[in-house]
């Protein structure tokens, strides 16, 4: 497997603009997270999935973010309006219950988002 | 609420011991996981501990003390190539919800 794949690997807008982040899971993966890291903050738990439904957004900031898992290989997360103080390093991350590592969550690459 | 404490920083020489403290408080507890982050990389797995004890991998041990709400991860003959971030993360239940602490930069010295 190609591991967790996330896209674009850097993202520069303006602010005000809509931003959308994609990741793909590990292929059987039935868990997939959404992070957030900056180095005030540290890496934040923002949102994550289970069998493709939300189960626990609490972390997502405000209403300007969303995030969507339409099917099992696919999750997007979006801001709209964007603003400065969104610029961080998203990772995806994927887990599975089904198998001996499912204490191990697998991270993506991460998308670099500047927001100007 | 939910907190984790780590050392900030540490330093150590190639091929010493060194062993970053975590300390936790939070609600639910299944489990600790350490995590490693090289600058401008992903987080990697290392270990996860659910019992009390230690967990040996290669050069790598974590450790775990429910009762004192502590873990250590423990690095044998360290190499250049260990310098990065080592985060601690409570399994806060089943659902394998990851809560990290703020990290050790770890700096290993020739």
């Known amino acids: 497997d190609a591991g967790v794949i996330q896209s674009p690997r850097h993202e520069v807008t303006e602010m005000g603009q809509e931003v959308t982040l994609r990741c793909k899971p590990i292929?059987?993966?039935?868990?997939l997270f959404w992070y957030r890291q900056t180095m005030m903050r540290g890496l934040e738990l923002l949102i994550y999935?289970?069998?493709?439904?939300?189960?626990?957004d609490s972390g997502m900031p405000e209403d300007r973010f969303s995030a969507k898992m339409p099917n099992a290989s696919f999750s997007t997360l979006k801001i709209q309006p964007s603003e400065p103080r969104d610029s961080a390093v998203y990772f995806c991350?994927?887990?599975?219950?089904?198998?001996?590592?499912?204490?191990?969550?697998?991270f993506g690459p991460g998308t670099r988002l500047t927001v100007l | 609420g939910q907190s984790l404490e780590q050392p900030s920083e540490v330093t150590a020489v190639e091929g010493a011991i060194v062993q970053i403290n975590c300390t936790y408080q939070t609600s639910g507890f299944y489990g600790l996981s350490w995590y490693q982050q090289h600058d401008g990389g992903a987080p990697t797995f290392l270990s996860y501990?659910?019992?009390?004890g230690l967990e040996e991998t290669g050069r790598f041990s974590s450790f775990l003390s429910r009762s004192d709400s502590y873990g250590y991860l423990l690095l044998q003959e360290l190499q250049m190539k260990d310098s990065a971030s080592y985060f601690c993360?409570?399994?806060?239940?089943?659902?394998?919800?990851?809560?990290f602490g703020t990290g050790t930069l770890l700096a290993v010295q020739p």
């Open positions: 991350a994927s887990s599975s219950t089904r198998d001996s590592s499912y204490n191990e969550q697998f």
């Open positions: 292929s059987g993966h039935d868990y």
């Open positions: 993360a409570v399994v806060g239940g089943a659902t394998n919800k990851l809560i």
């Open positions: 999935f289970n069998n493709n439904v939300p189960i626990d």
């Open positions: 501990n659910a019992l009390d």
